[in-house]
């Protein structure tokens, strides 16, 4: 699949990238508020360095890996075997061969399993990196395929009862207080302008907010200098929220974003975003 | 007869469906999470108030429950031991400051902060504050009556025993942070030498 030419390009990008970068540690002031980041954003226009994990998440597609020796060029993702064009804009959603609403990350460990025969336990332990770390195979693959979805339309199915039963389950959980602080999703997600400290909030229960957050993930961030996925953003909200730790693949975590996917529906996919 | 059974059935089905339906989420939250550090599964299960505060906005609430709830919260609040509201803002200022406390990363053994400018604007010169709650820069204009201390304490110990269903936490009911915390930030809320009530230098 990779070529010399891009390889070329690649390189030029990464110089292009790590000037700005230089550019932007010159001219922010050391405090950091959002300014630094709009100015970030500004100076780094249409590149995001989420390209290089798109790039990744594209090989890790089709290369042969598990017991099978299996790629994942087989994996159905709702629009037929080996359709990724569009496919992540159209999740969560519901899979017959599982009889179950699946979002993107659960969808590509039950490929992984099936088709190359891997153990859903050992990806399972660690699918999100942790700081200082590079990317996981999974975070590249979602990049990747967030990406062959941008400028889609979000269009998440609510046909089947189950799908609808998810929105409903999601709806609940939003709204759902809990632990020590009492916090629910909703406790910051339920209302527009509003900031924590510095950090704009969006209000999820609004169509147009709950496109440009949703449709924005997976995301570069550069607090952290990795992609993060909204499977990953989802924990960690779960973590402020002073609540037990989220597992992955789980009910809540796919409920959650068929709510997110269903209130944005129509609006268009933009990620990868750039986010702080 | 056969309307009579579709009545039956009818409220039969009303009559249970909220506790199923509650239930099955109960129990799919349990499935979805998992103990770590300090925070276990015992933090998903609700107390009655977290139950009543989780309703959609723009659902009708439940008045006379809403009444007993908020009465129940204001009979609980426990004021401080010695009579004496105020401790020393300078101390309030870092409780106020520090957002850790209770998540799963953070180390028991340190103090909780109260994380207050997550969402309110306090001293002038922290610009980095959040807006979920009301600025509260300025706050100690409100005196130091017997009322004011009462309420600012009960606010803190209890948000809900005057406003039920507020995003804010319980820092005293919960016990987010001790009484010699609460006195001190009520200093930094109150006292005239607060950073809270001097100008931005």
Known sequence: ?276 | MKTTLCTMALVMWIGIAPGVVSEELASVIQASFSDKGQATLLRLEQDPLQQHCSQPRGQPADKPTAMTLRQQRLDAVVFPTDGDFLGDWRRGAAVAASGRGLQFNDDPSIANGGNCYACHQLAPSEVAYGTLGPSLTDYGLRGQSDAMLRYTWTKLWDTHAFNLCSHMPRFGAQKILDEQQLKDVMAFLLDPNSSVNQPAE
């Open chain 1, 1 to 276: 699949m990779r070529r010399q030419s891009d390889d070329a390009i690649t390189w030029q990008l990464l110089v292009t990238i790590i000037t700005r970068w230089c550019l932007v540690l010159l001219v922010v002031p050391a405090w950091a508020d959002e300014g630094i980041f709009d100015q970030y954003r500004d100076l780094m226009g249409d590149d995001n360095p989420a390209i290089f994990v798109i790039d990744e998440g594209e090989e890790f597609w089709y290369q042969s890996q598990g017991a099978r020796g299996a790629t994942l060029e087989a994996c159905d993702l709702g629009l037929g075997a080996g359709v990724t064009r569009g496919a992540y804009a159209q999740l969560p959603r519901y899979f017959a061969d599982t009889d179950r609403v699946m979002d993107i990350e659960t969808r590509l460990m039950y490929c992984m399993e099936t088709l190359q025969g891997r153990d859903r336990a050992v990806i399972a332990t660690k699918p999100y990196s942790v700081r200082g770390d590079f990317g996981t195979e999974l975070e590249a693959l979602v990049t990747w395929l967030a990406a062959e979805s941008e400028g889609a339309t979000i269009a998440p199915e609510q046909v089947h009862p189950k799908e609808r039963a998810m929105y409903a389950l999601g709806e609940e959980i939003f709204f759902y207080r809990a632990g020590p602080h009492d916090f629910s999703c909703a406790t910051c997600h339920e209302q527009s302008n509003k900031r924590i400290r510095l950090q704009q909030l969006p209000n999820l229960t609004d169509h147009t907010e709950a496109t440009d957050a949703y449709g924005s993930w997976p995301a570069y961030r550069m607090s952290e200098g990795l992609v993060r996925t909204m499977g990953w953003r989802l924990q960690d909200c779960f973590r402020q929220q002073r609540w037990p730790e989220l597992t992955f693949g789980s009910e809540v975590g796919v409920a959650l974003q068929t709510y997110m996917a269903v209130n944005a529906a129509g609006g268009i996919m933009t990620a990868p975003g750039l986010k702080r």
